[in-house]
């Protein structure tokens, strides 16, 4: 009993000092803001934070909780100190105000307005826990609420990761170009715009203009001089302004030519470059083409174009005769032609096409001989042998002749019709040609004589007496 008695005054004073020195909210900490606006921002470890919630009651629409609404909302502001951060809400001593008790919440991030990570849009008077995914480094936005207005003491515990602010990251350029044209117009941005707010200054300020929101990105409008300078790019947060720059160096210089390497190509194709067509070449200095960079000024591209020389094949003159046909590059060529150009795709050791140029002749003399007459008994008896319905087509450049044979010829024999007066085979030959090649045609036709025996006598009277 003793023992009971003596530990009594100690616990008693345990309990009265925790009242004496307990106070809400803890030195060090800001009083919560009535609208998110007015959120202050906690630098300080968020665990043990309390508070009471006022008597504004002015309701407003809860942001991600439908059908409900704020009444005397608290706010404020933390910095993610770790990317899980799970935060417990203990109401207690709710007043039941309007006829309701215990209290919403929720946390929100990218401002004013941003997203929910996590609400308590039902009403509770027994702890809850606000938690997800958080940057660390960036700001989030906490609401507390009582319902119709109740009023409630409360105590924020961090049950898991860190509201403890960390310094800003530094600046990580994700789009970066350093040396531009005068007059460009430049994007920039980083690969973690979240993490902090970002101040970015040129140095010096002759070198351009910055437009846009400071943050994770902006666009620099260059001046349209040559020069030289820094973009730089300040992190800070509301708990840490004293982060020192990270700058990149900037050069101002017009884009020099760009000369693209030499292509050649073959006769009667094209080819593409900085845009333009070429189907022939541009000589040995190329062609200049003015074009626009990505970043928004000129750029020269000279462009060199060579043309393979043309392979022709001159084949000359080419006589054959029929049936006797041509071949080039796997087409037949069957009848005469003194101005073939033909074109083999491909053919040359280049890979271009190459040119056949032929004078082509192919003899073909066609004999034909009409039907002969009979040639009559008398001396003077004679007929015409007619071979004018024969072909006696010559190439350009060549030459015919043409000659019957036989027995009883009259006259001439080097032309289409001859003289003959005795019976018997005549043979008509034509002979066509071009340069040291002939091609002959021959046809033979018989004469036959008017063989008739005289009419036997005919007896007339008593032949037996």
């Known amino acids: 009993m003793k023992k009971l008695y003596l530990y009594l005054p100690i616990i008693a004073f345990s309990l009265i000092a925790r009242n004496v020195f307990a106070q809400c909210p803890p030195p060090g900490f800001p009083g919560t803001g009535d609208t998110c606006p007015q959120a202050p921002v906690l630098c300080v470890d968020m665990n043990g934070y309390c508070d009471q919630l006022g008597t504004n009651n002015v309701p407003a629409e809860?942001?991600?909780?439908?059908?409900?609404s704020l009444n005397n909302?608290?706010?404020?502001?933390?910095?993610?100190?770790?990317?899980?951060?799970?935060?417990?809400?203990?109401?207690?001593?709710?007043q039941g105000t309007n006829g309701q008790f215990g209290m919403q919440g929720a946390v929100y991030e990218g401002g004013c307005g941003g997203d929910a990570i996590d609400t308590q849009c039902s009403c509770t008077d027994s702890p809850y826990t606000l938690g997800g995914a958080f940057i660390p480094g960036q700001v989030y936005y906490v609401v507390f609420d009582g319902c119709a207005g109740d009023i409630c003491d409360f105590q924020v515990n961090v049950i898991e990761g860190s509201t403890v602010p960390v310094p800003p990251e530094a600046p990580i350029f994700d789009v970066a170009p350093q040396v531009v044209c005068p007059g460009a117009i430049v994007d920039y941005s980083l690969a973690n715009p979240n993490a902090a707010t970002f101040d970015w200054v040129l140095l010096p300020a002759s070198l351009g203009t910055i437009s846009g929101t400071p943050g994770g990105a902006v666009t620099?409008?260059?001046n349209n001089q040559p020069g030289s300078g820094q973009l730089c790019v300040t992190p800070s947060n509301p708990c840490d302004m004293d982060e020192p720059p990270v700058c990149i160096p900037i050069t101002l210089q017009p884009i020099p030519p760009?000369?693209?390497?030499?292509?050649?190509?073959c006769p009667g194709e094209a080819t593409i470059c900085a845009g333009n067509t070429y189907s022939s070449g541009t000589g040995p200095a190329g062609d200049p083409v003015t074009l626009q960079s990505y970043l928004g000024c000129d750029s020269v591209v000279v462009c060199f174009i060579n043309e393979y020389p043309t392979s022709t094949l001159d084949l000359g003159q080419v006589t054959l005769c029929a049936p006797d046909f041509l071949t080039i590059c796997g087409q037949n060529y069957q009848s005469s032609d003194p101005f073939i150009n033909h074109t083999c795709e491909n053919a040359n050791y280049l890979g271009c096409d190459s040119f056949v140029l032929v004078d082509l002749a192919i003899l073909n003399p066609q004999v034909l001989i009409d039907e002969p007459p009979v040639i009559g008994c008398g001396p003077t008896a004679e007929v015409n042998l007619n071979a004018s319905g024969s072909d006696f087509s010559q190439a350009p450049g060549g030459s015919i002749s043409m000659l019957w044979t036989g027995p009883g010829i009259l006259g001439a024999a080097n032309g289409p019709i001859v003289t003959v007066n005795e019976a018997g085979v005549y043979c008509f030959t034509i002979t066509t040609i071009r340069g040291n090649v002939s091609c002959i045609d021959q046809d033979c036709v018989t004469v036959t004589d008017n063989i008739q025996f005289p009419q036997q006598p005919q007896f007339s009277g008593n032949q037996s007496p």
């Not at 809860?62 to 409900?68: L, M, Q, R, T, V």
């Not at 760009?258 to 190509?265: D, G, S």
Request: charged share 5%.
């Open 258 to 265: 760009t000369n693209v390497p030499p292509v050649t190509i």
């Open 220 to 222: 620099v409008q260059y």
């Open 62 to 68: 809860f942001p991600s909780c439908p059908g409900n």
């Open 73 to 94: 909302d608290e706010w404020f502001a933390f910095i993610a100190g770790t990317p899980a951060i799970t935060l417990q809400v203990v109401p207690s001593n709710c």
